[in-house]
């Protein structure tokens, strides 16, 4: 069986060579498969987002906020992504929710 492992290493390696559209491939793949992968969903956020298709990097960030909402990098993601739209107070909101939910988290630590 393979190592859950090998299928985040092979996309972290796509991401920092900055090959996005073999990215963007790989994740499909995977999500044909389990259409919840946390890990294959929020590389293709990224991938968008560095290829400057932010509208399809919000839509992941959206999906990844439904299947994961304690997880603030999720969105913080989003809040980023807003601002290059220059949806600036949309933006801000996305930000306060990440830092309420950072706070929350530590607070249950």
Same mark, same amino acid.
């Given at each position: 069986?393979?190592?859950?492992?090998?299928?985040?290493?092979?996309?972290?390696?796509?991401l920092?060579?900055? +090959?996005?559209? &073999? /990215?963007?491939?790989?994740c499909?793949?995977?999500? *044909?498969?389990?259409? !919840?992968? $946390? @890990?294959? =969903?929020?590389?293709?956020?990224?991938?968008?987002?560095?290829l400057?298709?932010?509208?399809?990097?919000?839509?992941?960030?959206? +999906?990844?906020? &439904? /299947?994961?909402?304690k997880?603030?990098?999720?969105? *913080?993601?989003?809040? !980023?992504? $807003? @601002?290059? =739209?220059?949806r600036?107070?949309?933006?801000?909101?996305?930000?306060?929710?990440?830092?309420?939910?950072?706070?929350?988290?530590?607070?249950?630590?």
């Amino acid at each position: 069986m393979a190592s859950r492992k090998e299928p985040k290493e092979k996309m972290y390696e796509l991401l920092t060579a900055e +090959k996005y559209d &073999e /990215l963007l491939e790989y994740c499909s793949k995977t999500l *044909s498969q389990d259409p !919840q992968d $946390l @890990e294959a =969903l929020k590389n293709k956020a990224y991938a968008y987002y560095f290829l400057n298709r932010y509208e399809e990097a919000l839509s992941y960030y959206d +999906k990844l906020i &439904e /299947l994961d909402p304690k997880d603030p990098s999720h969105y *913080s993601g989003k809040s !980023q992504t $807003l @601002e290059k =739209l220059d949806r600036h107070k949309e933006a801000a909101s996305w930000f306060e929710q990440a830092m309420k939910i950072e706070a929350e988290t530590k607070n249950n630590e």
